[in-house]
């Protein structure tokens, strides 16, 4: 498929394999048909009858891989803008209690107040110096 045209494919690990022996997998992006693939050459124990060492080739279609991981790194940076966006400026909080009061003058736990605001669930545990301050060493 590759191999066999009149100059190496742009970025086949077929001549790194070829000087480490080692195996080489790169991810290319095929400008043509705009695929998103693995091409990977493993160097096998095999000669050929001429004493050549065989190699064995794969190419494989990554793009579905590729999309997802797109998707998710635009997922994560408008999440963490909306997180930005949810609990931004100021915000008011008792210093007797931690209660933060809210738009309409209530006051709420953080917990609640946070988990309204962004939709996050939170858990509760122990800082090490809270740990030492309530049960000691």
Do not use: N
Request: proline share 5%.
């Amino acid at each position: 498929m590759i191999h066999g045209t009149d100059e190496p494919y742009a970025g086949c690990p077929l001549e790194q394999a070829l000087a480490t022996e080692r195996p080489a997998v790169v991810e290319l992006l095929d400008e043509k048909s705009g695929r998103w693939l693995e091409s990977a050459v493993y160097p096998t124990r095999h000669r050929t009858r001429a004493g050549a060492r065989v190699y064995l080739h794969l190419v494989r279609d990554i793009s579905d891989r590729k999309r997802a991981e797109q998707d998710r790194a635009e997922l994560a940076v408008s999440l963490e803008e909306a997180l930005a966006k949810a609990i931004s400026g100021f915000v008011p909080i008792c210093a007797g209690c931690r209660k933060i009061r809210a738009e309409d003058e209530t006051w709420h736990p953080a917990e609640e107040y946070i988990t309204r605001r962004t939709g996050a669930e939170l858990s509760h545990g122990l800082c090490p110096e809270c740990v030492i301050r309530l049960y000691g060493k």
